[in-house]
Each structure stands twice: as C-alpha cells, then as structure tokens.
C-alpha cells in the first residue's frame, strides 16, 4: 500500500481520499454509478474448483447437489467465465431483483432508516437506538466502545466511526454470569443483521419485568452486542452498493471500475481474522489481491476493525482452549459468540478452514441444530464438505480457535438487500427466538443444548394467587426441538426428570431445586408433562420466578423457561425504574 501511495501524485491522491473518505461522522456518501454486471448460477467441478471461485469471485450461494455457485460477476468477468468450459446460467430474476434493489437505495425518500428500507435503521440511527437504550435503562444497559472504523482511524477523528457495542444485564446483580457475544454487519451489504440484532436488544430490554424469559436472562446473564462492526463499509452499502468490505483504499488499479461494480475496495474483515489467517487447509478460501471481493488485508488482524472485536473478545472471554488444534474446549466451558450474516440460510460452526471436525464437534452441532429448529435453516460445519465452502481468518474460528469459545455464524434470509416486508414477517421472529435460546444456553453451551427444552410453562390460576394459595405449574419437556436440514440426525432421549427454581438457575450454587412429576405416571417418552403442585403458605407478596429445566436419560440437564407467579395482593412489580 505505502509504495503505491507514494508513486502518486498529491493532487490524484487528494481527490482519492476525498472519494474514499466519508466527509463527517453523518455525512452520506454519493449515490453509486450505474452497475455493470449480472446474477449467474455457474458450475464448478470439485471442492478446489469451487475454492478458487470463493477466492476470487462474489459467491452468494452454493448447491453442492448441481454443483453451482449463484455468483455476482461483472461484465468481464463474465466473459472471463465464457471462455471456460463452463455451465453457465444468467438469473435474470435475481439480476433484476437487485438492480430494483439499488434503485430503491436510491431514489426513495423515506424520512427513516435505509432509503428504500424503512425497517433497517442506518448507521447513525443504530446508534442513536443504542445511545437512548442505555438513557431509557440505566440499570440495565451500559455503553462500551471497542475502537474505531479505518475512517475514523486514518482521518485523526474527523471522519468515520467508533465501533459501540452495549452490554445488557441486570447491573445490580454483581456475581460473575455467563457471557453470550453477539456482532452483526461484519460484512456492510447485508442489511438483516444489524438490525436484528438491536431488535434482540430492545427485545431483551423492554421485556424486563413483564416477560419472564427476558427477565431471568438479563439477571444472570451478560449479553454484549455490536450491531455494526464495520460502519463505514455499511454506510457505502446504504446507497445500494454492493459493499461487502471496509473501506481501507488498497484497490489502486481497478478503482474506478470496482466502484461502478459496487465491490468497493477495502479488506475483507470476515477473513483478516488473526486465527488461520491465510491458512486453508489444502485450498484458496480468502484472495491476497486487494480487488477481490474475499481480499483478505495484508497481514493477519490488520485491520483497526477487526483488532477491536479481536481485543474485546478477549477481554470478556477466558481462554478455554489449548494450542494445539486437536485441543478441545473443556465441556463446562462458559459463553457464546454469534456473527449475523446474511444470506445464504444456514447456522455454521467451526472449523470452517478446514473439513476436519473441530475438537468439540458433537456439541458445536448440536446447539447449530438446536438454533436450526427455531429458523428452520439447515446446520452444518462451514469447511465440511456439502456445506458451504472453506473460509479463513473468520471471526467465529476465532472465538473456537483462539478462545474455546462456542462460536456462530448465522446466514440470515434470502438477499443482501432483503426486503423489508420479508424482514418483518419470515427473518425476524425465528432469529430473535434462536437469539433468545443462544443467550439461555451461554452458560453452559457445551452441555445444555443436548438436554430437553421446556415449553408451554402455564399456572392453573392464570399467573397470580392470593398469598397461602395452592397453584398448580404444568409443562411439557421435549428433547426432541432440533432440526439439521439434511446434515445429519440428532439423537434423542427420554425425559428423566424435571425441576424448578425460584429467582435463579439451578446452575448458580446453592439454588435449592423443586421437582415435577410426570402428568401420566411415568417419564418414559422424549416428550412428557410434568406437573408441580405449589403451596404458597409462608410467601411474601411479590412477583416470583418460577424457572424449570427438564433432564433426559444421558443425565443432561436442558436450559431454563421461566414463567411469573404473582403472590399476594400486589398485581405490579417494579423491576425497573425508568
């Protein structure tokens, strides 16, 4: 980067950094030029041919069954592609779904959010929400800043970003709890992400006190989100760009061309990770020539954006695992780390820069095919083959490979660009409530997915009592909520047992813990109710937790589901104040 820089002349590269560089924190850059290019589902023939693809070229999506790759080529990379003995197949419906894509990024003029997309809240007003959150819920929500954009870097402060993140818990609780880490828009086109993770957020926050789950999380949990982990990236792909890298100007030769195309320059954060950074496993994953769209930056963690997940990450994870790639997280190993991404639908784990199995296989599967139950997305190791295909210096090898941690990549919905109605009535429910179920089992993410999930929690009284009052607490445990989309079946088991708590998890020592009977006389099926008759006689008034986890016959122990019981005259609890 430094010799070509110096090559040219201070008037070119004035102009350069005045295109590169966003011109404030708010400003909003200049619409894209007309694009060039089409959607194409192109053949590869084995797993090195699709490699070299996945280096070079804009995969969106891979059928390993036809083998074909849906692949955004420009013009001449399509006739690059022409003049190899390959099947290809314009999609013109994808091709053109995206130009009107682009020309709603550009032309409408709605007040809020993404122009053209009202439901995802742009860079600034992500963390505006962020900012009033923690305003609106001081005991629950606390600001943090992991470092700054490229921009904001490279300008002394007077462009780009911070990169905030907020953490969410109970503050008045000070035990140490379990941490679950979620990041989203590591890649800056992919609108779903960010904003469905500061839906998760809001989610979380404003049901405290009112929805039991979301209580009991935030009190004996910390749940650290980034909702835009690459802001100024994400601002370039506001305008409709297919803008997928941050905005370090490594491009010097194809500028102007990458521009029109929609690439942008920049370095690929998901593969300038510092764990197997330019370390495949026998294949190409990531590019070291700076146009390409998978260019991976010129030395491992180079990049001030990926420095600071890197360096947070470590500061709210204890190292877990050996240094030796067979060296397996122990089981009770604590926390969670999640990507959003989109799209592709699919839950990926590591490793995903080689096929071989991580240490840890069988559990990271197993939560992958519990999140799979809630979206309905196929689950399966990233680097395995049938999968997707081989990436490295990627976030979530990271927090495994370095960390121990259990780790996530979440491909969410159908389009870069997805449509807001789509959003609002297919994405966001299931990715909240697999959000929802990550936090639950940050605890004990190794373990606990492998044990029943309680459903339906219901009190015979409707939820209150009069204090002294017998209530009867009714739920159906069921080991069998996991769905692989094809990769691969979990085992199942019969449910052993079931307990309650009152106010905490039965994992925090010392929770005394309630047993359940089974509703027809015998625990002996993988879906069973279970009943508690609960005398009241002694209590104070007041809102109580009531938190049940099943057990199956491997002596797996499932995550919580709380629900409230109101006792006495009280019909309010305060759990917050505003």
Not at 487 to 515: D, F, K, S
Request: charged share 15%; aromatic share 12%; with cysteine.
């Amino acid at each position: 980067m430094v010799g070509w820089l110096q090559q040219m002349s201070s008037a070119w590269l004035l102009a350069f950094l005045l295109l590169a560089l966003p011109t404030s924190v708010h400003a909003q850059t200049a619409p894209p030029a007309p694009q060039n290019g089409v959607v194409v589902r192109l053949s590869f023939t084995d797993q090195a041919d699709l490699q070299r693809l996945v280096a070079h070229f804009d995969v969106w999506s891979v059928d390993h069954a036809a083998r074909e790759a849906t692949v955004w080529l420009t013009t001449a990379q399509l006739q690059q592609m022409q003049a190899q003995s390959r099947r290809i197949t314009v999609d013109q419906a994808a091709t053109d779904a995206l130009y009107a894509a682009q020309r709603a990024a550009t032309t409408a003029q709605n007040r809020n959010g993404i122009p053209g997309y009202p439901c995802y809240r742009t860079v600034e007003e992500t963390y505006a929400a962020m900012a009033q959150l923690a305003a609106d819920y001081p005991t629950l929500v606390r600001q943090v800043t992991l470092g700054q954009s490229w921009t904001w870097i490279n300008s002394g402060g007077s462009a780009g970003y911070p990169i905030p993140g907020i953490v969410l818990t109970n503050q008045a609780i000070t035990r140490t709890k379990p941490v679950f880490f979620l990041m989203a828009a590591i890649h800056a086109r992919e609108y779903t992400t960010a904003e469905s993770a500061l839906r998760f957020a809001e989610h979380l926050v404003r049901g405290y006190g009112r929805d039991a789950d979301a209580t009991w999380l935030l009190d004996a949990t910390e749940i650290h989100i980034v909702p835009q982990a690459n802001p100024d990236g994400r601002k370039q792909a506001e305008t409709g760009r297919l803008w997928r890298k941050n905005v370090a100007p490594l491009c010097p030769y194809e500028y102007d061309n990458y521009l029109n195309q929609g690439y942008g320059y920049g370095v690929d954060l998901n593969r300038n990770s510092s764990f197997k950074w330019a370390q495949c496993d026998g294949f190409n994953c990531s590019s070291a020539y700076a146009c390409d769209v998978t260019y991976r930056g010129a030395a491992a963690a180079s990049e001030p954006e990926v420095q600071a997940l890197e360096n947070y990450m470590r500061t709210v994870f204890v190292d877990a695992r050996g240094p030796l790639d067979t060296d397996a997280a122990p089981a009770d190993t604590p926390g969670l780390m999640i990507s959003l991404h989109s799209y592709y639908p699919k839950i990926l784990f590591p490793w995903g820069w080689t096929p071989t199995p991580a240490p840890n296989q069988q559990a990271l599967q197993t939560l992958a095919r519990k999140f799979g139950f809630y979206t309905r997305y196929a689950a399966c190791q990233s680097g395995a083959e049938g999968c997707i295909y081989l990436t490295d210096g990627t976030t979530d090898d990271f927090a495994y490979g370095e960390l121990g941690v259990a780790a996530y990549t979440f491909e969410l919905g159908t389009s870069f660009f997805q449509a807001c109605s789509t959003f609002e009535a297919t994405v966001l429910t299931p990715t909240l409530a697999s959000l929802t179920y990550a936090a639950k089992a940050a605890a004990r993410p190794y373990l606990a997915p492998a044990g029943p999930e309680v459903i339906n929690p219901t009190l015979s009284t409707g939820g209150a009592v009069a204090t002294g009052q017998v209530v009867t607490l009714t739920v159906t445990a069921d080991d069998s909520r996991f769905y692989s989309g094809g990769y691969g079946v979990e085992p199942t088991q019969t449910i052993q047992a079931v307990r309650y708590t009152i106010g905490q998890p039965a994992w925090i020592t010392g929770t005394a813990a309630y047993p359940l009977a089974p509703v027809d006389g015998a625990f002996d099926a993988v879906s069973e109710q279970a009943y508690a008759v609960i005398d009241t006689g002694g209590w104070s008034s007041g809102r109580y937790l009531l938190l049940v986890e099943a057990q199956d016959a491997n002596g797996v122990w499932g995550v919580p589901t709380a629900i409230f019981l109101e006792v006495g005259e009280r019909r309010y609890f305060p759990f917050i104040a505003r």
